[in-house]
């Protein structure tokens, strides 16, 4: 085996372990941070809610039906 690169798993080469395998105090780890840096950085916020075009052309296709079955409706 290498000894410039040993088994992490191996206990004899791990630092700060008491025999036994026990922990000392002070060499714990610190706690983890918080995950708030974690994610993607947004400096683009969108808008909220609809763009001007999609509420037009949504508004034009109902009037459409609406014309549609009125014109259907009074036909009968």
Known sequence: MDEKYPDPDD???TPGLE???GVPPGETPPGEDS???AGPDE???PAK???RTPVIVLAL???VFLVYF???AVEL
């Open 35 to 37: 995950t708030g840096g």
């Open 70 to 72: 009125l014109a259907w």
């Open 19 to 21: 025999p036994g395998g």
């Open 61 to 63: 296709l109902v009037a």
């Open 49 to 51: 809610g609809w763009a």
């Open 11 to 13: 206990p004899r080469h």
């Open 43 to 45: 400096r683009h916020n």
